[in-house]
C-alpha cells in the first residue's frame, strides 16, 4: 500500500567536482501529499579539479546547491573523512567558502560514519595498548593524518629524485589524507541532529524524509566484523593500525615520516646512488601510503534509500572489506538484504570507478543491469577524474577501464568527466518513485 505522503519523484544531481563526490537528491512530493519538497546533500569534496572550470568551481557548486535547494537543506551526508568527499566542508575567515554557503542552507540533520562519532574518540593520555580494538582502530584512523602531514615534508626532502609521476601520486594520495579540520568541524556543528551510523543500524528519519527508507549498510563495527581492519592484499590481521606507531610525528607536526642523519653536501662519488635511494624510498612511501588511504575509505558509509519503485545505493568509496559484512549476509542468512540490493536502480560507482569498490558478488546481485533497451535499466553514475590514482599498466587505473567496460554494457552508464564546460556544472536525473 502506497505511504500518502511518500515521493512521487527523485531527482539526482551529479556535480562536476573533479576528484571527489557531490549529488544533490530532492524528493518531490505530489500535491495531494501537503508535503514540500526535501533535499539531501551525499558528500562535497574534491582532491583536484580540472584546471579549465576555474579555481572558483567549488563555490559555484556551492551556490547552485543552495539555489537548487531553495536555500534548505534537510540532510546532509558526509560517507567518510577524506577530502575528496568533505573538503567543499571548507570554511573561510570571510565566510564566503562553500562550507559556509552550505551552512547558510541550515541542514536540519548531518549523517556520518560511526568513526566520526567524537564520544567515541579514546582520551589522548590513554596508552594505546590499554585501549580496546575500536579505541586502537580510531587512534589509529587520526594517525593517519599525521602520517600523511608528515609525508607531504619528506616529499620536499626527495623530490629531486623522484619522476614526475611519483611526485604526483605522492602529493595527491597525501593530501587527500590531511585532517581537513575546518570542514569536519564544520559537518561536527551543523544540524540540529547528528547520527553517527554503522552496518544494519536503525535510524527513523521519517520527520525529515516522510515515505523514504533509509537502510544504512556499512560500515561494520569491529565487533560484526574486524576485515576493516585488515588489509586484504597481505593478510595480515590489523596490519594497518600498527601504522599508526610509526614516527610521523604528532598530526600536523611536518616531522619527516622517518627520521636520519641529513647532510649539507655530498661526495661526488655518491651522485650516482643518491637519485636511486630516493626513488626507492619514494616507491615504498607510495606503498604505505595507498596502505592508509584504503583503511579510511572502508570507514565509508553504505546507505540505500527506498522510495517507491526506487532503491538508490551510495556506498561513498567502500572497498571490499567494508562491503563484505553485508555481502556476506545477504548471500547466506538475509534474504531482505539480498532483494534490496537486488532491487537497486541507480548506482553511484563506488570510488570513482576503482576497482575493489564494485565487488563482483554486488555487481551480479543487480537484477536491473542488462542489455540497452531494458525496462528499468540500471542507472549507473561515477564522479572521477581519470590520471590521479594508480595506472593501467598495472591495472589500477581509476576509473578502472574493465569496470567502465561492464558498466557501459549492462547499465545506463554517466560519469561527470563528460561535464567539459564551465556552463554545465551537473548531470541530472529524474526518476518518477511510483
Known amino acids: 500500500m502506497a505511504i500518502s505522503n511518500a515521493p512521487t519523484q527523485v531527482r539526482i544531481h551529479a556535480y562536476q567536482v573533479g576528484f571527489g563526490d557531490c549529488f544533490l537528491l530532492t524528493f518531490r512530493y505530489g500535491k495531494e501529499a501537503g508535503e514540500r519538497d526535501r533535499h539531501v546533500l551525499i558528500d562535497f569534496g574534491s582532491s583536484e579539479t580540472p584546471s579549465r572550470l576555474g579555481a572558483d568551481l567549488m563555490t559555484r557548486v556551492a551556490a547552485d546547491i543552495r539555489q537548487e535547494c531553495g536555500g ?28 559556509d554557503i552550505i551552512r547558510q542552507c541550515k541542514p536540519r540533520v548531518v549523517l556520518q560514519p560511526w568513526t566520526e562519532d567524537p564520544e567515541a574518540q579514546p582520551n589522548d593520555r590513554e596508552p594505546t595498548k590499554t585501549l580496546p580494538a575500536e579505541g586502537k582502530y580510531l587512534r589509529a584512523l587520526t594517525g593517519l593524518s599525521g602520517f600523511s602531514q608528515a609525508l607531504l615534508g619528506e616529499l620536499s626532502l626527495l623530490r629531486p629524485g623522484l619522476g614526475k609521476q611519483l611526485t604526483g601520486q605522492l602529493a595527491f594520495i597525501g593530501s587527500t589524507n590531511l585532517p581537513n579540520l575546518s570542514a569536519v568541524t564544520n559537518l561536527m556543528t551543523m544540524g540540529k541532529g547528528r547520527f553517527y551510523l554503522y552496518a544494519l543500524s536503525k535510524v527513523d528519519l521519517q520527520a525529515v524524509l516522510p515515505g523514504v527508507k533509509i537502510h544504512v549498510l556499512g560500515p561494520p563495527t569491529l565487533k560484526q566484523s574486524n576485515r576493516i581492519a585488515q588489509q586484504r592484499s597481505s593478510d595480515e590481521a590489523e596490519f594497518w593500525l600498527r601504522m599508526a606507531a610509526l614516527d610521523s610525528g604528532p598530526a600536523g607536526s611536518g616531522r619527516p615520516a622517518f627520521r636520519g642523519p641529513r647532510v649539507k653536501t655530498r661526495p661526488a662519488y655518491a651522485n650516482w646512488l643518491i637519485p636511486r635511494l630516493q626513488a626507492s624510498r619514494g616507491e615504498g612511501l607510495l606503498e604505505l601510503v595507498r596502505m592508509l588511504d584504503k583503511q579510511m575509505n572502508n570507514t565509508s558509509l553504505i ?3 527506498e522510495v517507491g519503485n526506487q532503491k538508490l545505493l551510495f556506498p561513498g568509496d567502500a572497498q571490499i572489506e567494508n562491503w563484505s559484512y553485508v555481502l556476506d549476509l545477504a548471500r547466506k542468512s538475509q534474504p531482505g538484504l539480498r532483494k534490496l540490493l537486488e532491487g537497486v536502480t541507480f548506482y553511484k560507482v563506488g570510488h570513482h570507478g576503482s576497482r575493489n569498490a564494485t565487488p563482483k ?49 549492462e547499465s545506463d552508464y554517466s560519469s561527470t568527466q563528460e561535464l567539459t564546460s564551465k556552463k554545465k556544472l551537473r548531470l541530472t536525473f529524474e526518476l518518477d518513485a511510483k
Request: net charge positive.
Open 361 to 409: 558478488t554486488l555487481w551480479n546481485m543487480f537484477r536491473n543491469r542488462g542489455k540497452p533497451g531494458k525496462p528499468g535499466r540500471l542507472i549507473t553514475v561515477a564522479s572521477t577524474m581519470a590520471g590521479k590514482h594508480g595506472n593501467s599498466r598495472q591495472g589500477t587505473e581509476v576509473p578502472r577501464a574493465t569496470l567502465v567496460e561492464a558498466l557501459s554494457r
Open 303 to 305: 546507505l540505500l534509500f
Open 72 to 99: 534548505s537543506l534537510d540532510m546532509v551526508v558526509a560517507s567518510h573523512r577524506h577530502s575528496d568527499h568533505v573538503s567543499g566542508f571548507t570554511q573561510t575567515k570571510k565566510g564566503d567558502g562553500p562550507g
